[in-house]
């Protein structure tokens, strides 16, 4: 049999005459095709290992489990003419598509081939993409791209273009309907860039993956300004600084890892619930570590991932954006086995502060949450919002918002947990009673105000104090009075919006209580077209 290359060049569209028509020889050169076509072109397969990066297939292969890889479209070609591309004529058109198991559990693939044309999408390349799509939804599959391509195929034109509409179409019916997770391993050019950003998650490689909508030549050529690839949309850029890369790895193997573990803690769709493991008796494990971390100076920093490490079951939980809006901690973990997503406060970023991009973040991360039926436990220990011009020229009335109406919105199980302080618009937000968590829990530490004691004498007292002869007593004398009688621990839990006030050590075990409390909880929302997220 010819290699794929001289097969493609010899002949623009029909199939070489062959002789033998005999079963044999018909299945012979099937098979022959078949193993061409999956081995790949040579020279191209080493070129994309020497940019030190996996084949299409290879990557597929660390992905899925063993075996389970079934693929449709492999004989896909373009139809295309002119532009010398009917003389270019590869199966697959660069992108391997189909099925595969997880952990034992379907998922679909779309695995783009850089070695062919880029990776970059023309018609047939995106009707493949759009088939698996298409089976995922109607299977109730999580939906997998992995991207490396060059954006659309300029030899085709607006055919590719339409590709790409198709592939938005679907991926925002798709959403809320079915897990989609871009992971991105190479270029990931113009129109795949927004592929990611519809995707519920997206994970990058440094050093060989950059997303961007227009590359360093255009940026230049418009612009004048020089940068060079990885500046423009490594994976250090998305995820630090602009938030599109959800999970960062220094490789594929770990990288296509973590695609596999975080698949196990989510269901295949929106009518299922995660996966369970067994119980943990954690409604009987006391933390006195829980006790130590925390200090009971409202001011005073720790890392909240150590509490979080006290909480969750074997310590373990996925963090998400782990380097972008650090103030405000989103991760996936279990608690007795159950699948649990937490948002937390974190006072050793910026005092755990809520800023523009701590609320999208946590916004963003809530909604994911309630449509893939993940229970939310909220950690709060908040000084506010951050104030400023440059927080409110950014919008954060309208970002903080995002966090606000994702809270109301969400129907799952909601379990606040108030750590120290919970002052003003920050303590609402943080999943109050008021917007509708299931359960608020406080600890003895507890300080829920419009805000803490210094801030309110300082408005309450102005005049007195500027009057005062030994002003700093009286301010000392001020802030106890305040302090015993608007913030001591059950100031709230009188008044029913904290559900119970709790020993540190006993934060697990009440959340194991609490979830398993809340676990058929039902709410079916007035029927409207949508609400008016605010974007
Ligand atoms: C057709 C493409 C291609 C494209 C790359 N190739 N991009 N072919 N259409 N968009 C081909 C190259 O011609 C080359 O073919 C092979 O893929 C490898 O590309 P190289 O440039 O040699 O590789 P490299 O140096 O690693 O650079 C990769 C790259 C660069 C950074 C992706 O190729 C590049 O800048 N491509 C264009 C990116 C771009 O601007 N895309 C259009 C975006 S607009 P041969 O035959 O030599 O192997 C868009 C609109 C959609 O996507 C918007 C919807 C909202």
Known sequence: TAPTAAREDADPGVEPAHADHSMSALRERCDALHDEIVAGQRGAVDRQHALGKLTARERLDLLLDEGSFVEIDMYRRHQIHGLGMEKRRPHTDGVVTGSGTINGRRVFVCAQDFTIFGGSLGEAHALKIQKVMDLAVSTGSPFIAINDSG?????????????????????????GVIPQISVVLGPCAGGAAYSTALSDVTFMVHDTAQLYLTGP?????????????AELGGAQVHGTRSGIATFVHDDEESCLKDVRYLLSLLPANNLETPPRLPGRDAAADLRPRLAEIVPAEPSKPYDMRAVIGEIVDDGEFMELHEAWAANVICALARIDGEVIGLVANQPMVLAGVLDVAASQKAARFVRFCDAFSIPLVTLVDVPGFLPGTDQEYAGIIRHGAKLLYAYCDATVPRIQVILRKAYGGAYIVMDSRSIGADLSLAWPTNEIAVMGAGGAVSVLHRRELAAAPDPDAL??????????????????????????????????????RGLAMLRDKRRQPVPRKHGNLPL
């Open 475 to 512: 301010r000392a004398e001020l802030v106890a009075d305040y302090t015993r009688q608007l913030m001591h621990p059950h100031h709230a839990a009188e008044r029913g919006l904290v559900d119970d006030v709790i020993d540190p050590v006993h934060t697990r075990s009440a959340l194991a």
């Open 217 to 229: 030549d255009v940026v230049e050529a418009v612009t004048g300004q020089r940068v060079t690839h």
């Open 151 to 175: 954006g659309a195929r300029i030899q085709e034109g607006v055919m590719s273009l339409n590709g790409y509409g198709g592939i938005f179409q679907r991926s925002v019916q798709a959403s």
